[in-house]
C-alpha cells in the first residue's frame, strides 16, 4: 500500500485514533492489517529519526575514546622517560 492507496485515511489520524481503529476491527481483516501496517511504518519512521539523531553522537563519543587514548599513551610515555 502506498499513502495514494490509504483508503481509510490511517494517515490522517493521530496515533490514538490509530489504536482505536485496530481496536475496533478483527485480526485478520483488511481493515486490521492495513491498521498494523500504518503502525508498523510510523515506528519505522520515529525508528530511523532516532538513529539519525544517535549520529552525532557516535561520532563525539568516539573523537572522545581516541583522546583519552592519546592521553594514556603519552602520560605512560612520560613515566617510562621520567624513571630512566
Given amino acids: 500500500m502506498s499513502y495514494s492507496d490509504d483508503q481509510y485515511k490511517l494517515t490522517d ?3 490514538a485514533e490509530l489504536h482505536d481503529w485496530i481496536a475496533e476491527h478483527e485480526p485478520g481483516t483488511a481493515e486490521y ?3 498494523v501496517q500504518e ?3 510510523r515506528v519505522a519512521a520515529m525508528e530511523e529519526i532516532m538513529e539519525r539523531n544517535e ?3 557516535w561520532r563525539r ?3 572522545a575514546m581516541c583522546i583519552a587514548i592519546l592521553a594514556i599513551a603519552v602520560t605512560i610515555v612520560v613515566i617510562v ?3 630512566q
Avoid: D, F, L
Fill in 13 to 15: 489520524k493521530s496515533n
Fill in 33 to 35: 492489517a492495513e491498521g
Fill in 39 to 41: 503502525s508498523m511504518r
Fill in 55 to 57: 549520529a552525532p553522537i
Fill in 61 to 63: 563519543e568516539s573523537i
Fill in 81 to 83: 622517560i621520567t624513571y
